[in-house]
Structure formats: structure tokens, C-alpha cells
């Protein structure tokens, strides 16, 4: 497993498991009754992530809990800080928590499993190899390519002409959407996507937020999808997610009861500035709280 803190996380994992106070049975009653859940379903249950580093301690992650259907499109919203990457990092298997554990379908997150594909501001395109190559590259590498299944993907991301281009040719939003088609690929039961269109200007966001409504809205697939921008939390969502600032926890969990399917039109509707003006208040003082631990004043 990659771990990003190679420090102490693997012993202090290992000693807080000795010490944990779990009550077995109400263990394996969540173990049986998340055995159950269809595929695609995220426990994070009881998740502590705690780094170290040359200050001493820090715990990104505290206690958290939350539970993601088969399905479902969850945004988690929170300042800047708040341990959102550390949660999603978690359930790729890209960091072991130090205390409590994830469990997709009913199985603890050991490491990472391309059924979990992953979604970065950057693009982690290979610049070396062409779009088409890059899209290959996850399949491939599993003796599993399905041409017919590549060509739609180009299709349905817009990127025909540009099979043999690399990445540095694209525009930023091209990017994504070939960042997209890698993705999915790979046939991801759960995509994690952290803050994927921030780096977009306004203009080319909206469009791919609606090209990840078109793909979600096709296919079964669960989404996770971290934001620090509250319309983009809602028009996307099925729940909202808002964290506390650091260390994070699950401050308040918003139904978003918005008709589906959605475009980027509905932003101007009575119920979205509802929603939207609720989502606001909840973070609102979570943004101050991490604005002043950045400046060293919490
Ligand atoms: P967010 O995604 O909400 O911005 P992160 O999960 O990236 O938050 O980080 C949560 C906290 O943990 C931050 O204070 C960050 O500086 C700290 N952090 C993240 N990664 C590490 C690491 N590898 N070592 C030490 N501290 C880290």
C-alpha cells in the first residue's frame, strides 16, 4: 500500500486496534447487515486518521462515520483542510486509517482495486502516451481491453480526433474528460472524485458537471465526490455531505430532493437557493474555524 505518511501510521494503527473498545456483536451485526448492501456501497466506520509530523501529532480525521448506498452520489463539502482528501484517500486504499476502517461492499479496504477509480484536480495522465493509449493503459494491464467499450468512451467524452493526441495538446477540460474516459475504463463500481473541475474556468466546469450527471445518470455507479463549492455540492448530489473543520467529522448530511435528471439550470430554482442558502449556513462557521487554524490562531 502507498502510504502518504510513512512515519507511524502502521504502529499507531496497530496499537490503537489493541486498545479498541469495540462491542463485537453490534461489530458483526454491522458486518452482516453491510455483507447485504449491494455492490458499490462505502461503511466508513468510525474513521480516526492521524498523521505524524514534525509539530507532533496531527489528527486530520476524527471518529467519522458515514454510510454511501449502492449508487448513490454523495458530495462531501468542506473547508480547505478538513481532512476530505485524507477520508477519500482511506477508501481508495491509498492510506491505511489509524483507527476504525472502510468498508466497501461489506470488505475491509486493504488497497487500492481499479473497481475504485479515482479522480484528482491534476490529471494523472501518463504525458508520454497518447489519449488512447492512456485510456488503454488500466484494461491492458489487466488483459481486459474492450475496444468497442474505448470507442464509446471517446464518444460519450467527446474526445473523437483526438485518439492520438497527448495530454499536453488538450485543453484543461478535454483533459478531465479523457481523465473521465480513463476512469471509466477501468468499469469503476464507485468512482472517488476529489475536486476534479476546480482547476476549470466557470464556463468549462458547468459542462462537465453535466457530462458527470450524463455518465452517473447511464450507469450504475456510486459516487463520491468532494467539493469546497456549495452549488456545485448540490446540483450534483443525492446527499451533501459537510464536514467540520479539522479534525473532521460528519457535521450535517443534506438530502438534496431535486428532480432528476439535472442541468446546470436549475441553480436559479427556488428549492436549489433553498438548499443552497442551508448548506451555507451549516459550513459557514466550519470556513472561519479553518481559516483561523491556518493561521495559527485555533
Ligand atoms: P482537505 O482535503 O479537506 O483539504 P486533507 O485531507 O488534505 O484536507 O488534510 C487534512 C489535514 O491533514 C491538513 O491539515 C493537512 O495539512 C494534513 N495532512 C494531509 N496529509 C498529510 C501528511 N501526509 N502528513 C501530515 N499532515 C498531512
Given at each position: 500500500m502507498s502510504e502518504r505518511d510513512t512515519t507511524n501510521a502502521r504502529t499507531a494503527t496497530d496499537e490503537q486496534h489493541t486498545d479498541a473498545t469495540h462491542d463485537d456483536t453490534a461489530d458483526d451485526e454491522f458486518r452482516s447487515w453491510t455483507e447485504s448492501s449491494g455492490t458499490g456501497t462505502v461503511n466508513i466506520q468510525d474513521l480516526t486518521k492521524v498523521y505524524g509530523t514534525d509539530g507532533g501529532e496531527l489528527?486530520?480525521?476524527?471518529s467519522m462515520d458515514l454510510h454511501i448506498e449502492a449508487e448513490e452520489f454523495v458530495t462531501v463539502l468542506g473547508p480547505?483542510?478538513?481532512?476530505k482528501s485524507t477520508v477519500m484517500e482511506c477508501i481508495a486504499g491509498y492510506l491505511d486509517p489509524t483507527e476504525g476502517e472502510v468498508l466497501v461492499n461489506g470488505d475491509p479496504v486493504n488497497e487500492p482495486d481499479p473497481s475504485r477509480g479515482v479522480v484528482f484536480?491534476?490529471?494523472?495522465?501518463?504525458?508520454?502516451?497518447t489519449i488512447t493509449e492512456n485510456v488503454r493503459f488500466g484494461p491492458q494491464m489487466r488483459d481486459a481491453v474492450d475496444q468497442s467499450r474505448i470507442d464509446s468512451l471517446f464518444d460519450q467524452m467527446g474526445l473523437?480526433?483526438?485518439?492520438?493526441?497527448?495530454?499536453?495538446?488538450?485543453s484543461g477540460g478535454m483533459q478531465q474528460r479523457a481523465e473521465l474516459a480513463r476512469l471509466l475504463a477501468n468499469d469503476p463500481d464507485i468512482m472517488l472524485m476529489d475536486?476534479?473541475?476546480?482547476?476549470?474556468?466557470a464556463m468549462t466546469k458547468e459542462l462537465m458537471q453535466e457530462k458527470l450527471l450524463d455518465v452517473w445518470e447511464d450507469d450504475d455507479r456510486t459516487v463520491l465526490f468532494i467539493t469546497h463549492d456549495v452549488e456545485e455540492a448540490i446540483l450534483l448530489a443525492d446527499r451533501v455531505v459537510v464536514m467540520t473543520a479539522?479534525?473532521?467529522?460528519?457535521?450535517d448530511v443534506i438530502d438534496?430532493?431535486?428532480?432528476?435528471?439535472?442541468?446546470?439550470?436549475?441553480?436559479?430554482t427556488d428549492r436549489f437557493n433553498e438548499l443552497q442558502r442551508r448548506a451555507s449556513e451549516s459550513i459557514h462557521d466550519e470556513a472561519e474555524r479553518a481559516m483561523e487554524q491556518a493561521e495559527g490562531r485555533a
Open positions: 489528527t486530520a480525521v476524527d480547505s483542510g478538513c481532512g484536480q491534476e490529471n494523472r495522465l501518463f504525458p508520454w502516451k473523437e480526433g483526438f485518439e492520438d493526441s497527448y495530454p499536453h495538446e488538450l475536486e476534479p473541475f476546480s482547476g476549470l474556468d479539522r479534525p473532521g467529522q460528519v457535521k438534496v430532493d431535486l428532480d432528476r435528471p439535472r442541468d446546470t439550470d436549475m441553480v436559479t
